[in-house]
């Protein structure tokens, strides 16, 4: 498996990610597809800008062109103040390889390898089995459920958070 940054050629994987309603059960249901052009050449300018950090997982890297999802951290605002946020997600035909939880973990270790982000933050939601087990896997510690606010929706989830320089399990 290999990261790399988002482009802005990365539009038709955000499609099939962000417009499927499977891939969107969890968020509120499908994305417009209209508007995935232009998210995704913004999400490429702030990865190069290096303001936000957002990977296209490549499952082999001998077929570079082949995406099977996405995992990012960046910074928010939320009640409490800057928060540093980790999300991922991983097409059908690649879930249930350890994928995404490979490369949660390989974001992680950067951010405790350069000292970055602090404590992160990941919201999945409640019923989200998988994502909710590679939070737990990796060493993330429950705080608890609440409410979230994604594509304008709000979400139920759980809130979890790690400090990579000491809370991350080994692989």
């Not at 913004?42 to 290096?50: L, N, S």
């Not at 999802?69 to 910074?75: A, D, K, M, Q, Y």
């Not at 350890?98 to 990941?122: F, I, N, P, S």
Request: hydrophobic share 40%; with cysteine.
């Amino acid at each position: 498996m290999q990261l790399r940054n988002v482009t802005a050629d990365d539009v038709d994987a955000y499609i099939r990610m962000r417009c499927d309603p499977v891939m969107m059960a969890d968020l509120g249901g499908p994305l417009p597809r209209e508007l995935q052009p232009d998210k995704a050449r913004r999400d490429a300018v702030e990865a190069a800008a290096d303001i936000c950090w957002i990977k296209m997982i490549i499952p082999d890297p001998g077929t570079p062109a082949v995406v099977a999802g996405s995992v990012t951290i960046w910074s928010h605002d939320a009640n409490e103040g800057p928060v540093s946020e980790i999300g991922w997600m991983v097409l059908p035909q690649f879930q249930g390889r350890g994928l995404g939880k490979l490369a949660a973990r390989t974001l992680l270790e950067q951010a405790r390898d350069e000292d970055r982000w602090g404590v992160v933050h990941a919201f999945p939601a409640t019923g989200n089995a998988a994502s909710n087990g590679i939070c737990r896997s990796l060493g993330f510690r429950l705080i608890g459920e609440q409410n979230v606010t994604f594509a304008d929706r709000v979400l139920r989830s759980n809130h979890w958070v790690i400090d990579p320089r000491t809370d991350l399990k080994p692989a």
